[in-house]
């Protein structure tokens, strides 16, 4: 039930980041919805894979690859979820960067 929880209030922050960036469009709750489980699932098993193989270069960087990770993820569920659209590279930054921070307090709010 926690989880089902955690999956709607990611995309009601995924709907949040849609209202206030403009280069991001999400037609209605349940694209949210999808894209809160697909950016969920790609962080979590396709993101420590990237992670591993672009440790030297993330280490180079200090760790500020793991954003350039991040956007990537990002643009690759707007490519799969249909009604999900990413301006570019920098929104999808920004928007991986917001998503994390909107979770984090709505999370933090459930505790």
């Known amino acids: 039930m926690n989880f089902i929880f955690k999956i709607l209030l990611s995309a009601l922050a995924v709907l ?4 206030i960036l403009p ?3 999400v037609d209605d709750y349940v694209t949210a919805i ?3 489980v697909v950016v969920g699932l790609l962080f979590s ?3 420590p894979i990237l992670v591993v193989l672009t ?6 960087t200090l760790g500020l690859f793991l954003f ?3 956007a990537a993820l990002v ?3 707007g490519n799969w979820i249909d009604g999900f659209h990413i301006a570019g590279f920098w929104t999808a930054l920004l928007f991986s960067i917001l998503l994390t921070l909107f979770e984090s307090i709505l999370y933090k709010l459930i505790e």
């Open 16 to 19: 949040a980041i849609a209202y």
């Open 23 to 25: 280069g991001v469009q």
């Open 75 to 77: 643009l690759l569920a």
């Open 34 to 36: 999808w894209v809160a």
């Open 68 to 70: 350039v990770i991040n």
């Open 45 to 47: 098993i396709l993101k």
């Open 55 to 60: 440790l030297p270069v993330t280490i180079l």
